[in-house]
């Protein structure tokens, strides 16, 4: 048996009923086997693909808070530590009711090779509650907040691990996870990223994970002799990604039609109104009836149904698993070229496969979602140097960060005699960097 299929058994067997766990990491080795077996006897004498797919810490707490009628309730908190070795922990919380052990696992494991990819200093980790912000006041959203970093606040630091947002932690959420950081130890210092403008929050950081999609999507175009001006383009979600990622490719000349909420999604055949979507998500955080309610050409239908829009681009950013099987025969037929991630493994190993061998190009999120860290990162330096760098400075420095990362994706598929399977480039190159950095450090 080869090294890389007992790595996988190990893993099924360790961490039972860990579905999406289990899927992040055979995603990855299968596209490592090649690499693998240059020095598959070396590896496996050092445990290196074992340490890689298991957590250096793993931290599970309860978090009881009150709501506004006084009735308290308990959740259950996460923060799990994957890899340090080329940096500190980085990497979201998310707060939303799906939320367990095995999701925080893979998003954490992904986040590893995310963070490598930027080229930037940071390690991988992830962390979060199954908490429901949604319909909750916000002195009940505080309440919450204040109980859980009333226990984070001992695993994390500015050169130890730094959260930042993440689906259903955004500003507001920051906010209060920061004021209680800093209450707790009275120390003001970069331990959160995405925080607000006034308190060492970085522009563009909101835009970044959008935005950076975009430009990654835009450079794999253009190395295929595809212009994305004139392109129409489906995305799903409603929340930052998706929002920013609209903007940024009505920007390049794009026509967005459709976004998506957990109730429905939305078919604008004249564009999505980016201000009017804001409004309706950001503002008074409503469904999206209410973005028909305000554009009358636009059509809400209930439930899934968003990859059944004929387009060329795909840009599924919403959550896990969101684009099967049969969405991407769909697509296929109806003539998509391109399916592009914004959010995290949103789409199923049996898509991507189709999507592979169909000949239709395919980022992974792991490379294309890697904006948002990367601004995070870039807020980490601002907050260490105590400067704050103009918008543009940020959009400049993250547009080459992702450019970047195509041109390491797309050399590293080359390099293996894979071109154009930008899932292996992206696992390769990611690879590279941090088995370089834990053989240095030695078997820790």
Same mark, same amino acid.
């Given at each position: 048996?080869?090294?890389?299929?007992?790595?996988?058994?190990?893993?099924?067997?360790?961490?039972?009923?860990?579905?999406?766990?289990?899927?992040?990491?055979?995603?990855?080795?299968?596209?490592?086997?090649?690499?693998?077996?240059?020095?598959?006897?070396?590896?496996?004498?050092?445990?290196?693909?074992?340490?890689?797919?298991?957590?250096?810490?793993?931290?599970?707490?309860?978090?009881?808070?009150?709501?506004?009628?006084?009735?308290?309730?308990?959740?259950?908190?996460?923060?799990?530590?994957?890899?340090?070795?080329?940096?500190?922990?980085?990497?979201?919380?998310?707060?939303?009711?799906?939320?367990?052990?095995?999701?925080?696992?893979?998003?954490?494991?992904?986040?590893?090779?995310?963070?490598?990819?930027?080229?930037?200093?940071?390690?991988?980790?992830?962390?979060?509650?199954?908490?429901?912000?949604?319909?909750?006041?916000?002195?009940?959203?505080?309440?919450?907040?204040?109980?859980?970093?009333?226990?984070?606040?001992?695993?994390?630091?500015?050169?130890?691990?730094?959260?930042?947002?993440?689906?259903?932690?955004?500003?507001?959420?920051?906010?209060?996870?920061?004021?209680?950081?800093?209450?707790?130890?009275?120390?003001?210092?970069?331990?959160?990223?995405?925080?607000?403008?006034?308190?060492?929050?970085?522009? %563009?950081?909101?835009? $970044? &994970?959008?935005?950076? =999609?975009?430009?990654?999507?835009?450079?794999? /175009? #253009?190395? @295929? +002799?595809?212009?994305?001006?004139?392109?129409?383009?489906?995305?799903?979600?409603?929340?930052?990604?998706?929002?920013?990622?609209?903007?940024?490719?009505?920007?390049?000349?794009?026509?967005?039609?459709?976004?998506?909420?957990?109730?429905?999604?939305?078919?604008?055949?004249?564009?999505?109104?980016?201000?009017?979507?804001?409004?309706?998500?950001?503002?008074?955080?409503?469904?999206?009836?209410?973005?028909?309610?305000?554009?009358?050409?636009?059509?809400?239908?209930?439930?899934?149904?968003?990859?059944?829009?004929?387009?060329?681009? %795909?840009?599924?950013? $919403? &959550?896990?698993?969101? =684009?099967?099987?049969?969405?991407?025969?769909? /697509? #296929?037929? @109806? +003539?998509?070229?391109?399916?592009?991630?914004?959010?995290?493994?949103?789409?199923?190993?049996?898509?991507?496969?189709?999507?592979?061998?169909?000949?239709?190009?395919?980022?992974?999120?792991?490379?294309?979602?890697?904006?948002?860290?990367?601004?995070?990162?870039?807020?980490?330096?601002?907050?260490?140097?105590?400067?704050?760098?103009?918008?543009?400075?940020?959009?400049?420095?993250?547009?080459?960060?992702?450019?970047?990362?195509?041109?390491?994706?797309?050399?590293?598929?080359?390099?293996?005699?894979?071109?154009?399977?930008?899932? %292996?480039?992206?696992?390769?190159?990611?690879?590279?960097?941090?088995?370089?950095?834990?053989?240095?450090?030695?078997?820790?």
């Amino acid at each position: 048996m080869s090294y890389v299929d007992e790595v996988l058994e190990m893993v099924i067997a360790k961490n039972p009923a860990q579905p999406e766990f289990h899927q992040a990491v055979k995603e990855v080795l299968d596209s490592l086997r090649v690499v693998i077996g240059e020095n598959e006897e070396e590896y496996r004498k050092e445990a290196l693909l074992e340490r890689l797919v298991t957590p250096e810490r793993q931290i599970l707490f309860r978090v009881p808070w009150v709501d506004d009628n006084g009735q308290a309730h308990v959740n259950n908190g996460y923060r799990i530590q994957f890899n340090s070795a080329i940096g500190p922990y980085k990497g979201g919380l998310r707060f939303h009711p799906s939320v367990n052990v095995s999701i925080i696992k893979f998003l954490g494991f992904e986040q590893c090779f995310k963070n490598s990819l930027t080229g930037l200093p940071i390690g991988g980790g992830k962390g979060g509650a199954d908490f429901d912000p949604k319909g909750k006041s916000d002195r009940e959203v505080m309440a919450f907040c204040q109980s859980f970093m009333n226990e984070l606040y001992r695993h994390i630091g500015a050169d130890t691990d730094v959260p930042a947002g993440d689906i259903g932690v955004g500003g507001r959420e920051i906010g209060y996870l920061y004021g209680e950081y800093k209450r707790i130890t009275g120390l003001y210092e970069g331990v959160l990223t995405g925080k607000g403008l006034s308190f060492g929050g970085s522009l %563009a950081r909101t835009e $970044a &994970t959008g935005y950076g =999609l975009v430009y990654l999507t835009d450079e794999m /175009l #253009k190395s @295929n +002799g595809i212009d994305i001006k004139g392109k129409t383009i489906a995305v799903s979600g409603a929340g930052n990604v998706a929002t920013y990622a609209i903007q940024k490719a009505q920007q390049l000349g794009a026509n967005v039609v459709t976004c998506t909420d957990s109730t429905g999604w939305i078919y604008d055949p004249d564009g999505i109104d980016v201000a009017t979507l804001k409004d309706v998500k950001e503002v008074r955080r409503a469904r999206l009836t209410e973005y028909k309610n305000a554009r009358p050409n636009a059509v809400y239908h209930e439930g899934k149904g968003v990859w059944t829009t004929k387009c060329d681009i %795909a840009m599924p950013c $919403a &959550t896990q698993n969101e =684009l099967g099987i049969e969405d991407a025969k769909t /697509l #296929k037929a @109806n +003539g998509c070229i391109a399916v592009c991630e914004g959010a995290n493994m949103p789409t199923t190993l049996e898509a991507t496969k189709f999507i592979l061998e169909n000949g239709m190009l395919f980022t992974p999120g792991k490379a294309s979602n890697a904006g948002g860290v990367a601004t995070s990162a870039l807020e980490m330096s601002q907050n260490s140097e105590r400067l704050s760098w103009t918008f543009d400075e940020v959009d400049e420095k993250l547009h080459g960060i992702m450019v970047n990362i195509f041109k390491n994706i797309d050399a590293a598929s080359k390099k293996y005699n894979m071109p154009g399977n930008y899932v %292996a480039g992206a696992n390769i190159a990611g690879f590279l960097k941090i088995r370089d950095a834990m053989q240095a450090q030695g078997i820790v």
